[in-house]
């Protein structure tokens, strides 16, 4: 167990509908993760948190939102769903704010049908 | 884009084997390399990782070779274990980023 807490670990949803999917960092983390894998694409970054506020974006689309809360949990928000968002959807976490020691959780795998 | 380029995409070794897995990138601002290990059904997890002051970082069977002029980096696993089969990431970032860029992985199969 990585400490990382990621639910649900599966979902199933129809085009064009929207999903939240959540996530608990390791205790003591203040920054969180967002990451999308795909076979094609590889390990994508979307976004990252810190403290609850937005640090930096990769390419996440504008269909997808996020958020930190106080208690440092993070929620991705997808939205008008299409088959090409099926993936993999990764959280991480770090103490700081910087790349060093990323965890990953286990992760959520999204199915659009 | 930054990029980091890494190959072979599949990789069979023998058990006992070494498993050689190379990544190249490009931005020179990079400052931390880190190699992932990823199996079925689970998240990517931290294996080693090597900063560019030095060439060379080894932790048991796996150790990281890093030749900054060639901008280049390697992992090699020695005595290569059926459980060492997995996917392997390479990933780059810099002090002033906050993003691991990754490459595309390697999918590893250790045959006994």
Redesign the interface.
Known sequence: DSGVTQTPKHLITATGQRVTLRCSPRSGDLSVYWYQQSLDQGLQFLIQYYNGEERAKGNILERFSAQQFPDLHSELNLSSLELGDSALYFCASSQGQGAYGYTFGSGTRLTVV | QQQVKQSPQSLIVQKGGISIINCAYENTAFD?F?W?QQFP??????LI?IRPDVSEKKEGRFTISFNKSAKQFSLHIMDSQPGDSATY?CAA?N?A?????????TTLSVSS
């Not at chain 2, 059904?41 to 931290?46: E, F, I, N, Q, R």
């Not at chain 2, 980023?97 to 992985?105: D, H, P, Q, R, V």
Request: proline share 9%; glycine share 22%.
């Open positions: 931390y880190p992932y059904g689970k998240g990517p997890a931290l990782a990431f970032s002090q980023g906050t993003a691991l860029i990754f490459g595309k992985g």
